[in-house]
Structures are given as C-alpha cells and as structure tokens.
C-alpha cells in the first residue's frame, strides 16, 4: 500500500513529479520501452560567482512498470560527480554521489514521490528581504567580510516549490579564530552548495519545463503532472529541477546543524 504523507507542490516543480507506488517484478515492464541514459555538465561556481569547476550528471531513466492495480512508476538514477579546478578551497570535501527516485501515479491521479503523496497547498506571497550577499540571502546566507568575525545563518531546508523555508532561521556571530574556523569554512561549503543547486533549479525547471510540456499555469496540476507520465523529452529538465531541490533541501539541513 502507498503511504498517504503530504508535501507542498509547487508550479515550479509540477512536472517533476511522477510519484510513487509499491516495487513491482521486471515481468511488468513493457517490452517496448527500454531505460535511457543521458548525461548533463554544467559549471560549478564559488561564493563570489567564479567558475571553478564542473558538475556531471549521469541520468538513467527506467522503463515505466506497472502494479497489479495499474500504478504506473518510474524509477530514476543520477550518478552525480565533479571536476573541480586545483585551486577551489573545497575540491576535497564536495563529493559525487548517487541518488535514486521513484515517481508514479496511480489509477485515480495520485501522484507520488518516494512513496510521499503529493498535494497542492495554497501559497501566501513570502516578505522578502533586500539582503543578497555570500550564498542566497534567503536560504544560506554567509558574510565574513570583517577581519575579525563572520555571520553566519539558514534555514534547516526548504519546500518543494521553493519558497517556505523551514525552521525559520538560525544565525550566529562566530569570532575567526582556530577554535571557529573549522565551522565557518563548512558553513560556507553548503552556503557555495546552495547557491549553486538555486541556480540550477531555475535553469531546469520552473516555466522552461511547463512549456515544454505544453502546460500553463492556468491549467490545474493534475494535468501537468499526467503529461509528465506520458514522458518525452521535458523529463530529463524536469527531474534536474527536482534533483536540485534535493540537493539544497540537505545543504540547508547541514549548515543548520553546524551553527
């Protein structure tokens, strides 16, 4: 049985999702549709906006299968490695890793992601802040341009759409000195991870991909996320914008726990 958990889905990310259903046997995959394997390169930047490197994205998307009650799934791969520049102060800590996601929709037009129902909340225009320096003022935040002293703040991670951040924020004042550096120097690894996984959500997903899709805002979600079932070329945009927010949700969750 599919678990009934609730997460907002944002207009940015209603073509990502595919949802989730139960493992299914290899005897239900259709026999004419084979699994595909793309891979994406894009540049990795600094605090400051330099490049300082690349990130690789292998991608393999599998065949969709099938449950006895007709849940359609698919099951995505991304392989994901770097090629830093010797000089980048993080080349050693920033590591490739593998991620696995299931979408799938059921019968009725559910849609879920790694067995989390998908629901569409209402949304309540955020107060934004003017501030903008050293990471994303609104989700990590880094600032050590005294001599002395840096500030430091984030939230513990972030909603699918992107704009609830959660646990409000925590911040602090660290003095540089040997005891603090070791925090500052993470801290502003994840803030670097951040600023980049930002940056790709909204060079992948967003309006780019619903238009691709040929879905406009106006159309309900349910229909988005059924012609992102049906495949084609706008999957491989779409599942980066959610991997993106992936990857920023845990940035986020391990500055919060350093600070």
Do not use: C
């Not at 003017?130 to 341009?145: L, Q, S």
């Amino acid at each position: 049985m599919l678990k009934f958990f609730y997460r907002i889905l944002p207009i940015a990310l209603v073509i990502f999702i595919l949802g989730v259903s139960v493992p299914v046997s290899a005897a239900d995959v259709p026999s004419n549709i084979q699994s595909e394997t793309r891979k994406f390169t894009s540049d990795y930047m600094d605090l400051d906006g330099n490049i300082v490197g690349e990130q690789i994205k292998t991608i393999t998307i599998d065949a969709p299968v099938y449950d006895s009650e007709g849940t359609k799934s698919v099951t995505i791969t991304e392989k994901v490695t770097y090629n830093f520049d010797n000089n980048f102060e993080f080349k050693d800590k920033i590591k490739g890793e593998t991620l696995v996601n299931v979408f799938s929709v059921d019968t009725e037009g559910n849609n879920y992601v790694n067995n989390e129902l998908i629901v569409v909340e209402p949304y309540e225009e955020p107060i934004m802040s003017t501030m903008d320096v050293g990471g994303h003022w609104k989700y990590t935040y880094y600032n050590a341009d005294s001599s002395t002293q840096a500030y430091l703040y984030t939230g513990s991670g972030v909603s699918l759409d992107m704009r609830d951040v959660k646990n409000a924020y925590k911040s602090v004042y660290l003095t540089k000195n040997t005891a603090n550096n070791p925090t500052i120097s993470d801290f502003k690894m994840y803030a670097t991870q951040v600023s980049n996984a930002h940056d790709s959500y909204y060079s992948w997903g967003g309006a780019y991909a619903l238009e691709v899709a040929g879905v406009v805002a106006a159309v309900p979600y349910i229909n988005a996320l059924a012609a992102i079932v049906a495949g084609g070329v706008v999957v491989w945009s779409a599942y980066q914008g959610y991997s993106a927010w992936q990857t920023m949700n845990q940035a986020m969750a391990n500055a919060y726990s350093i600070i």
